[in-house]
């Protein structure tokens, strides 16, 4: 597995997640020009590539034909990856949709949810509570949403790193709801809108 991401506890802690799921695992520098990425992926040809979605756009460009890195898996993190995006670079790297697993998190408070292919729908993390809440609660200066939106809401009391009380991250999701997931109660939404503020 190949970590090619930017700063954060994602690309501090990734080549440890990668040693303990028993993964050989390299990473590269987003400070390097993108030819050296390149370099990097064709040498080590990994399996799965771990990176953000504006990163591996510069991949795809500068690569001509990503199909050649062998690539079989491909999980993002720390941007908005919309259905139609994550299905073109299926077809780029020649892989189905399902191997692509986009997540998000952010850094204040590290992974919140990962899309569910089977559920066509965002699952909130284990060890987080979310609450979806009008911007009425968040005080003046944010226009109403409409109905089906609001801004996530996060309490995490059981993780040992970021944990956190109403952590407001000011991202919209649209259908935040609760429904069973392989019969256990579990927090969903069905996409996320946009973000309207700075996070506090």
């Known amino acids: 597995a190949l970590a090619d991401m930017g700063t954060g506890h994602a690309a501090g802690t990734a080549l440890q997640v990668f040693a303990k799921m028993g ?22 040809r990994p399996d799965v590539l771990y990176t953000m979605p504006s ?20 999980i993002l993190v720390g941007e908005i990856a919309p259905p139609a995006w994550r299905g073109k670079i299926a077809r780029l790297f020649s892989i189905g949709d399902t191997d ?30 979310a609450e979806g809440v009008g911007t009425e609660e968040l005080g003046e200066g944010f226009e109403r949403l ?41 927090q969903t939404f069905e996409s996320i809108v946009k973000r309207i503020g700075p996070e506090l």
């Open 23 to 44: 993964l050989a695992g390299e990473s590269v520098s987003f400070e390097l020009p993108i030819e050296r990425h390149l370099e990097v992926i064709d040498a080590f």
């Open 55 to 74: 990163l591996l756009d510069r991949i795809v460009q500068a690569a001509g034909n990503p199909q050649r890195f062998g690539i079989r898996k491909i």
């Open 100 to 129: 692509i697993l986009d997540t998000y998190g952010s850094i204040e408070i590290g992974t919140i949810a990962a899309y569910s292919h089977r559920l066509g729908r965002y699952v909130v993390a284990e060890g987080l509570h």
């Open 146 to 186: 409409p109905p089906g939106e609001h801004v996530l809401v996060l309490t995490s009391l059981l993780r040992e790193a970021f944990p956190a009380v109403r952590f407001v991250t000011y991202d919209v999701v649209r259908d935040f709801r609760t429904m069973p997931v392989d019969g256990t109660p579990r």
